[in-house]
C-alpha cells in the first residue's frame, strides 16, 4: 500500500516552455500532497503544500506564479513550472499524505520527476 | 522543529547491523523523531518513527534513549541495497503531519561488500 507515482519521470524542455508534472497516489485518498524540489547533491526543499479543492500554500522564496499546483481530485496534484528556465532544472519529489483517520497518515513520496531545462 | 544533528557519512560492512546516531537535543515532549531513507535519483522512502518507546517494523529498529535528546537507527542485517542516504526528523504530529518535513544533510551510509 501507500504507492505513490509521478509522470513523467524526467523530461527536457526548452527555456521559455511550460512542463507539467503529475502526482499521483494510487491506493489511497490523498488531502494533502506536498512539491519537493532537489538540486544536485543538496537536500529536498520544501516548495509547496496543497489541500485537495483550495489553493496551495507556497514556502517563502518560491514563486506561486512560476510553480502552478492544483490539487483537483483527492488522487491527483499537478506542478505546472511556467516558462522554465535553466535555473529551473532540478529533482522535483510529491509526497501525499492521507486523512488521519485512513492508515495512510505520514507522508509517502514520489519517485521524483527529473526537469532538464536547454 | 528541532534541529538534528547526523554524521555526513558511515560505512558498513554487509550483513552487519548498521546503526545510524541522530542527536536532537532540543527536542520538546510533543515531537516525534522521524526516519526517511533516499536512494540515489529516488525519492525519499519512509522507514520509522517513534516518540518515546523503542520501535521495530519490518525494515528496521528505532532506539530513543530515556532523555529523548538522541536516537538510534538499526538496520539489522544491511544489504547492499540499502546504501543511501538516510534522514533524522524531528517534527510536531499536530493533525496527522499537515506540514512538509524538514530535510537536513543526513547520513550517507555506504554498505560495503
Known amino acids: 500500500g501507500a504507492v505513490v507515482s509521478q509522470h513523467p519521470s524526467w523530461v527536457i524542455c526548452k527555456s521559455g516552455t511550460s512542463v507539467k508534472i503529475e502526482c499521483r497516489s494510487l491506493?489511497?485518498?490523498?488531502?494533502?500532497m506536498f512539491w519537493y524540489r532537489q538540486f544536485p547533491k543538496q537536500s529536498l526543499m520544501l516548495m509547496a503544500t496543497?489541500?485537495?479543492?483550495?489553493?496551495?500554500?507556497?514556502e517563502q522564496g518560491v514563486e506561486k506564479d512560476k510553480f502552478l499546483i492544483n490539487h483537483a481530485s483527492l488522487t491527483l496534484s499537478t506542478l505546472t513550472v511556467t516558462s522554465a528556465h535553466p535555473e529551473d532544472s532540478s529533482f522535483y519529489i510529491c509526497?501525499?499524505?492521507?486523512?488521519?483517520?485512513?492508515?495512510?497518515?505520514?507522508?509517502?513520496f514520489g519517485p521524483g520527476t527529473r526537469l532538464t531545462v536547454l | 522543529d528541532a534541529k538534528t544533528t547526523q554524521p555526513t557519512s558511515m560505512d558498513c560492512a554487509e550483513g552487519r547491523a548498521a546503526n545510524l546516531p541522530c542527536n536532537h537535543s532540543?527536542?520538546?515532549?510533543?515531537?516525534?523523531v522521524y526516519w526517511y531513507r533516499q536512494i540515489h535519483s529516488q525519492g525519499p522512502q519512509y522507514i520509522i518513527h517513534?516518540?518515546?518507546n523503542n520501535e521495530t517494523n519490518e525494515m528496521a529498529s528505532l532506539i530513543i534513549t530515556e532523555d529523548r535528546k538522541s536516537s538510534t537507527l538499526i538496520l539489522p542485517h544491511a544489504t547492499l541495497r540499502d546504501t543511501a542516504v538516510y534522514y533524522c526528523?524531528?517534527?510536531?504530529?499536530?493533525?496527522?503531519?499537515?506540514?512538509?518535513?524538514?530535510f537536513g544533510k543526513g547520513t550517507h551510509l555506504i554498505i560495503q561488500p
Open positions: 532540543t527536542i520538546s515532549g510533543n515531537e516525534y
Open positions: 526528523i524531528v517534527r510536531l504530529r499536530s493533525g496527522g503531519g499537515a506540514d512538509g518535513l524538514t
Open positions: 491506493d489511497f485518498q490523498a488531502t494533502t
Open positions: 517513534g516518540l518515546k
Open positions: 509526497s501525499a499524505r492521507g486523512a488521519g483517520t485512513s492508515g495512510y497518515n505520514e507522508q509517502f
Open positions: 496543497s489541500n485537495e479543492g483550495s489553493k496551495a500554500t507556497y
